[in-house]
Nanobody, 123 residues
Framework: QVQLIESGGGLVQAGGSLRLSCAAS????????MGWFRQAPGKEREFVAT????????YYADSVKGRFTISRDNAKNTVYLQMNSLKPEDTAVYYC????????????????WGQGTQVTVSS
């Protein structure tokens, strides 16, 4: 089992920045690829970014490419999502998740999920 706890969400104006953190406990964190997903009201949960266990490869949804950066610190059992140039359409609950797969953008491939953190971007 892996337990995931997100933090760092909040209210920010358009054009601003936030950094989300996801702290993991339980099984060896470095053995998992990690992902960030988000879900806006009335919408499906969607892929945002993912990072391989080593941190050597990252992948992003087109909607956030160039604005968001995913990273991880295996010594601290933590994955981050740096979000810059935020837009109102980025408003959502953001979830981190862990998968046994090398990498994936499919939410069904993720086995463990955090409880989510709210990000609200005002215009």
């Amino acid at each position: 089992q892996v337990q995931l706890i997100e933090s760092g969400g909040g209210l920010v104006q358009a054009g601003g920045s936030l950094r989300l953190s996801c702290a993991a406990s339980g099984r060896t964190f470095s053995g998992y690829a990690m992902g960030w997903f988000r879900q806006a009201p009335g919408k499906e949960r969607e892929f945002v970014a993912t990072i391989t266990w080593s941190g050597g490869n990252t992948y992003y949804a087109d909607s956030v490419k160039g604005r968001f950066t995913i990273s991880r610190d295996n010594a601290k059992n933590t994955v981050y999502l740096q979000m810059n140039s935020l837009k109102p359409e980025d408003t959502a609950v953001y979830y981190c998740a862990a998968t046994h797969r090398l990498t994936s953008a499919a939410k069904n491939d993720y086995h463990y999920w955090g409880q989510g953190t709210q990000v609200t971007v005002s215009s």
